[in-house]
Nanobody, 115 residues
């Protein structure tokens, strides 16, 4: 099992920045990919950004150029630097960790972009 603890969510004004962090513990040897997903009421959870153990990354088109994902294997953490935030970025953000066969999720945290 893998446990994920998220931090960094909150309220920010449009154009502002937030940094989300997620720390993994437990069976971390099984983790290949880490990332962030988000969900708004009535919509499916969508991928925001992912990073593999080989440091490949991919991003949703809506966040390219604004968000940056990074990973620190030494302490099993993944970060999401979110810049130039827009009201459309408002959602519950979930940390993800897993491999081809298994997915683990954090508890989710609210990010609200509003003036």
């Amino acid at each position: 099992q893998v446990q994920l603890v998220e931090s960094g969510g909150g309220l920010v004004q449009p154009g502002g920045s937030l940094r989300l962090s997620c720390a993994a513990s437990g069976s971390i040897f099984s983790i290949e990919t880490m990332g962030w997903y988000r969900q708004t009421p009535g919509k499916e959870r969508e991928m925001v950004a992912r990073i593999g153990s080989g440091r490949w990354t991919n991003y949703a088109d809506s966040v390219k150029g604004r968000f940056t994902i990074s990973r620190v294997n030494a302490n099993n953490t993944v970060h999401l630097q979110m810049n130039s935030l827009k009201p459309d970025d408002t959602a519950v953000y979930y940390c993800y960790a897993g491999n081809t066969f298994t997915a683990y999720w954090g508890q989710g945290m609210q990010v609200t972009v509003s003036s």
